[in-house]
């Protein structure tokens, strides 16, 4: 089965990327998202890659996946210290779409 | 459109007691899948319904059941509570099932059991 795996802090200063890293157990999964939550809300999705692509860049984010070693990562350009949240990567389980999240990384974005 | 709605957000309960927890996707989607979140475990699927039905389950005892009705509103029951069911109760809907349909979650609502 799937397993997620994810650093827990992360802290950057504002102008600055961050990069937030995942590795997970499961190489038939076929899509992996991240989704960001901030206090008090539910997650939201910020992007998916499919797995036969190696990146995907929307905006100010870049979506890298080395399919051999299993790794993904985002990386957010110009960090914003609105971008302070709990990042979760997260891979699908078998053919029937339920989410397997990693424990989430705090990035904190200091002025 | 309207997001996906979750009431109550806050919940207080005791031990030994039940509770219904209500989620209300987005118009048109009709399948809703419900995640446990705690500092320890992290995000954990509960299950998923589409058209009424279960299609998916995760690894949680009996006492955790669900159900949809014909509107696609979902609920999720939690019977003979225990301290380790405080958590944050996320609820997602999807216009599909399975792969590639994209989960919008709604707020959540948090539990917290004396």
């Known amino acids: 089965g799937e397993d997620v795996e994810q650093s827990l802090f992360l802290s950057v200063r504002e102008g600055d990327s961050s990069v937030i890293n995942c590795t997970y157990t499961?190489?038939?999964?076929?899509?992996l998202y991240w989704y960001k939550q901030e206090p008090g809300a539910g997650l939201q999705l910020l992007t998916y890659?499919?797995?036969?692509?190696d990146m995907k860049q929307d905006q100010r984010l870049t979506v890298l996946l080395n399919k051999k070693d299993k790794h993904l990562s985002l990386r957010i350009a110009d960090t914003q210290t609105g971008d302070s949240a709990i990042y979760f990567c997260a891979g699908v389980r078998g053919s029937q779409g339920n989410l397997i999240f990693g424990k989430g990384t705090k990035l904190s974005v200091k002025p | 459109k309207a997001g996906v709605t979750q009431t109550p957000r806050y919940l207080i309960k005791t031990r030994g007691q039940q509770v219904t927890l209500s989620c209300s996707p987005i118009s048109g989607h009709r399948s809703v899948s419900w995640y446990q979140q705690t500092p320890g475990q992290g995000l954990q699927f509960l299950f998923e319904?589409?058209?009424?039905?279960?299609?998916n389950k995760g690894n949680f005892p009996g006492r955790f059941s669900g159900r949809q009705f014909s509107n696609s509103r979902s609920e999720m029951n939690v019977s003979t509570l225990e301290l380790g069911d405080s958590a944050l109760y996320l609820c997602?809907?999807?216009?599909?099932?399975?792969?590639?349909?994209?989960?919008?979650f709604g707020p959540g609502t948090r539990l917290t059991v004396l």
């Open positions: 997602a809907s999807s216009a599909g099932t399975g792969l590639g349909n994209e989960q919008f």
């Open positions: 319904y589409f058209s009424e039905t279960q299609r």
């Open positions: 890659i499919f797995s036969n692509m």
């Open positions: 499961d190489s038939s999964s076929t899509y």
